[in-house]
């Protein structure tokens, strides 16, 4: 796992304990708003009721309606209204309660939250991070299992991130809420009750930069949020078969840390990036297009995606068709040419 | 095809007439149908009629210089002077203004130097001026997004308990917007101190209003968010000011939002790259004309004695002198420097973002070899 060390904070250090993902979030939330009196947070039920994965589970009870707040339903008027928020002084958190939930603010996110910055020439920025529940196998209706992170990585002055485990999740949200740059903060539902013993508040590696979970010497497969538990699943099992796997959580997509990333590619000559969203167009396309043209004459295969069909998000039933799994991924990469 | 043609929709049809301090001819209106508000002092009239009067100049300049090359594009709100200035008048120092495209006047009434309002329109940058020192966002193109803005700026002041207020400018068009919506409901349900004034100029680009809506005026829709709506006589300087006054001053005591609704017309054309005799009659236009807003604040003034020929002469150097101003500095060559491209939009530094600074920056150069090797680099 990542390197991690604990902060000093305002919120001291804790002892150990065991946290699920959305506890390790929570608690990432609550030590923010203690720290910093300017960070706010709203949407929709994330007041009472601790939002519906229980991710604000608490905060409203701790520190009240102007800093914790229910929004009338309706993501535009959410981010809209963040953002005025931030002019103001304030870092607002805010939640799209799930991925496909965010489209109604996507011209508030894409014409503003993102464009805010450079418009006014680096004079208004929006320290704003935008909390978005993602992608499936949680037995989702449709609209509630989307992976709706290509939309946001390929628009310029947003940064994007995507944690996997709950240590990740609560260094990587307080950076996020302090930076000055808006965040699109996808949290993989799936993992949201994965656990880890934490002594919070924990540091792990900053924002912007990938890490090797594992070490191997012929594969790298890349991954992220949900997807990372299942390359790790792979390494396992291809060891099993002889295959030596290093997997890299990206745990940011914007920017990409093609440093890490690169020097793995050219250690082990072949890589393959696994998510859930359809291939085309997808994240993975980048990913696979900038290690090519990066690094083409380290190459001795093509970079493989092992991705979600390209078709809408299937229902609870025939999800298990659709995600990438540890099977379909040795598949694929038993199709390269091994000499 | 319309939907309606078989019905005849309520706008205008069952419209009331708006809520005027001045008539068309420049009198009074009797106190019983002031609907309340009671004529601002002469001094403000004479300060609002001085505003619209230089602001008419300027937009009739840009105008000019728009014709002639010298700016990508610029939205007249030539006709909507009333509106325009006495909803920045209404505004207190501390208060923020939340314009669109239409609104440079505002930002003029507001301080805002010519060659920074039009910066963006010139096509230097996206926006530029200085919103903090001036208290106005950038002026906003997509429609009524800037509204949710206002609506969270003026609740984070509230937070703060801060005595601001924030006054955003919408357009007709504009209310049709999911974000209009979304934003008088935000602004109701938290009590924020937010002034919406919706500039009816009865056109969105060709669209006439009753394709918009089919509800009697805008104002109308306040009631369905539980705040106070003013239908009002938009090139009424008086009205407009005693009506926004009012509703920032409600704000300001913690009274919530206000919607008020200015009727008004858009003498020119959506911008220079719109044919108005498509889609509406001179004869309209000639119409609105006669009811010009300067005209009607000048009879007032003059049945008045309050304005004077010298003060009239005055007023009118002071339009030439910043008309000259504005030919001045659009005449001038813009400076852009293409390696700025990359400097803004991240606080946070990113290595792609320097590596293609880099690559431009070795393009402008003609350093033909420094590019190629770059490249021969970053694949290897």
């Keep these: 796992m990542s390197p991690q060390q604990t902060l000093e904070t305002g919120t001291g250090v804790r002892a150990p304990e065991n946290l699920t993902l959305a506890a390790a979030l929570n608690a990432a939330i609550r030590d923010a708003m203690v720290d910093d009196p300017t960070v706010v947070l709203f949407g929709e039920d994330v007041g009472p009721l601790g939002g519906v994965f229980r991710v604000t589970d608490g905060l409203y009870a701790e520190f009240g309606e102007t800093r914790v707040s229910d929004s009338p339903l309706a993501e535009a008027g959410i981010v809209g209204t963040a953002i005025g928020m931030a002019m103001y002084g304030l870092r607002p958190v805010v939640e799209m309660q799930f991925d496909a939930f965010s489209y109604p603010a996507f011209q508030q996110i894409v014409s503003h939250v993102a464009k805010m910055r450079n418009r006014t020439r680096g004079k208004v920025s929006l320290p704003i991070v935008i909390r978005i529940p993602y992608a499936g196998d949680i037995g989702g209706v449709e609209h509630h299992s989307d992976s709706s992170e290509a939309y946001w990585t390929a628009t310029p002055g947003l940064t994007v991130v995507s944690p996997s485990n709950p240590a990740d999740a609560y260094s990587m949200l307080r950076e996020a809420i302090a930076s000055d740059d808006p965040v699109i903060f996808m949290e993989p539902k799936s993992r949201y009750w994965s656990k880890a013993s934490l002594a919070l508040p924990v540091q792990t590696e900053p924002l912007n930069r990938a890490v090797v979970l594992r070490e191997g010497s012929d594969v790298t497969l890349i991954a992220y949020g949900p997807t990372v538990k299942t390359a790790l699943a792979t390494a396992e099992q291809g060891l099993a078969e002889g295959l030596s796997i290093e997997v890299i959580d990206l745990r940011t997509l914007s920017p990409f840390d093609d440093e890490t990333v690169g020097a793995s590619v050219r250690k082990t000559g072949r890589a393959a990036i696994v998510h859930e969203a359809a291939q085309f167009g997808g994240y993975g396309a980048e990913v696979a297009a900038r290690l090519t043209e990066r690094n083409f004459f380290y190459l001795a295969a093509p970079i493989l995606r092992i991705t979600g069909f390209d078709i809408p998000y299937p229902s609870p039933k025939l999800e298990e068709y659709f995600l990438p799994t540890p099977d379909r991924i040795l598949a694929a990469l038993s199709t390269w040419e091994w000499s | ?380």
């Design chain 2, 1 to 380: 095809m319309s939907l309606n043609v078989e019905s005849t929709p309520l706008t205008a049809v069952l419209a009331p007439p708006p809520l005027r301090l001045i008539d068309d001819s420049g009198n009074a209106v009797l106190d019983s149908e002031s609907g309340g508000f009671v004529l601002p002092p002469i001094e403000t009239l004479l300060g609002l009629y001085r505003q619209m009067v230089v602001a008419r100049r300027f937009d009739v300049q840009v105008t000019a210089l728009t014709r002639q090359g010298r700016l990508a594009t610029y939205p007249s709100a030539l006709g909507q002077e009333a509106c325009e200035i006495a909803a920045v008048a209404a505004l207190a120092p501390q208060d923020w203004l939340f314009p669109t495209y239409r609104d440079s006047i505002a930002l003029l009434a507001r301080g805002v130097e010519p060659k920074d309002i039009l910066a963006s329109f010139r096509g230097d940058w996206h926006s530029g001026y200085d919103y903090q020192q001036h208290r106005i966002a950038p002026q906003a193109t997509p429609l009524a997004t800037q509204a949710l803005h206002a609506v969270g700026l003026a609740t984070a002041a509230k937070l703060k308990r801060d005595d601001t207020v924030a006054l955003t400018l919408l357009g007709d068009g504009a209310t049709s917007e999911g974000d209009a919506h979304e934003a008088f409901n935000f602004a109701a349900v938290w009590q924020a101190p937010v002034v919406f004034v919706v500039q009816n100029n009865q056109f969105a680009i060709s669209v006439p209003l009753d394709k918009q809506m089919a509800c009697r005026t805008i104002a109308d829709k306040a009631i369905g968010y539980g705040m106070p709506g003013f239908y009002v006589d938009g090139n009424d300087a008086a009205a407009m000011y005693a009506v926004v006054s009012a509703a920032v001053d409600r704000a300001r005591n913690g009274g919530g939002p206000t919607l008020i609704e200015g009727l008004t017309y858009r003498i020119e054309a959506h911008t220079n790259s719109d044919d108005p005799t498509r889609y509406r009659k001179t004869a309209d236009v000639d119409l609105w004309r006669s009811r010009d807003p300067i005209e009607r604040l000048e009879k007032y003034l003059i049945a008045q004695g309050a304005l004077s020929n010298d003060e009239r002469a005055d007023i009118a150097a002071a339009a030439e002198t910043l008309a000259a101003t504005t030919r001045e500095c659009m005449t001038e060559q813009a400076v852009v420097d293409p390696l700025e491209l990359f400097e803004h939009v991240y606080a946070t530094p990113r290595t792609a973002l320097a590596e293609q600074r880099a690559f431009l920056a070795a393009e402008l150069d003609g350093d033909a070899e420094a590019s190629a090797g770059e490249n021969e680099k970053s694949t290897r």
